[in-house]
């Protein structure tokens, strides 16, 4: 069964370290996004790429970078320049950009 | 700036009635418009897709509308039952990405 996976579901992290976010999907879908989830703020666009080794930055990119080396992955490193990390963060993926997109189930971090 | 708003927060409706929830949008001419349902700590889920061009789009009980002049969308879910209490979003293309508004959370009273 097609679909995109998350990992982990829950973590948490110490001040002043950085955090690496698993994203990966098997659905050979060209595109992929990372969005932040807050209480009443919807989904925010983190970055994006419509492209093995290519990607853009969101509105919210600062604090966060991400690496496109294979088309089925696409990792998000939260950094500790990220002031306000705690929040719930969503992959997703689409055939390309701006087509329906299919989402992971999230991971959630927190800070210790 | 672009703007989108879902009417509201929170909706509560009655089982068996129907359910309908509205986005707006500002200066934005988005070629399609998406929905989606979210459940409690999972991802969204591609509902509906609504292109410029049409007026109405359906699938068995939800029946989506875009009107371009009013810039405005309706999402109805016809028969609600409570499996359909989730936060509805809607999202407008901007060519390669999506911006999703706030999302509609929607309860369905038995």
């Known amino acids: 069964d097609g679909g995109i996976t998350q990992s982990p579901k829950y973590l948490f992290r110490k001040e002043g370290q950085n955090v690496t976010l698993s994203c990966e999907q098997n659905l050979n879908h060209d595109a992929m996004y990372w969005y932040r989830q807050d209480p009443g703020q919807g989904l925010r666009l983190i970055y994006y790429s419509q492209i093995v080794n290519d990607f853009q930055k969101g509105d919210i990119a600062e604090g966060y970078s991400v690496s496109r080396e294979k088309k089925e992955s696409f990792p998000l490193t939260v950094t500790s320049a990220q002031k306000n990390p705690t929040a719930f963060y969503l992959c997703?993926?689409?055939?390309?950009?701006?087509?329906?997109?299919?989402f992971g189930d999230g991971t959630r971090l927190s800070i210790l | 700036s672009q703007k989108i708003e879902q009417n509201s927060e929170a909706l509560n409706i009655q089982e068996g009635k129907t359910a309908t929830l509205t986005c707006n949008y500002t200066n934005y001419s988005p070629a399609y418009l998406q929905w989606y349902r979210q459940d409690p700590g999972r991802g969204p889920v591609f509902l509906l897709l609504?292109?410029?061009?049409?007026k109405e789009k359906r699938k068995e009980r939800l029946k989506v509308t875009f009107d371009t002049t009013l810039k405005q969308s309706l999402f109805h879910i016809t028969a609600s039952q409570p499996a359909d209490s989730a936060t509805y979003l809607c999202a407008l293309d901007g060519g390669e990405k999506l911006t999703f508004g706030t999302g509609t959370r929607l309860t369905i009273i038995p």
């Open positions: 997703a993926s689409s055939i390309q950009g701006g087509q329906p997109q299919h």
């Open positions: 609504i292109r410029e061009n049409e």
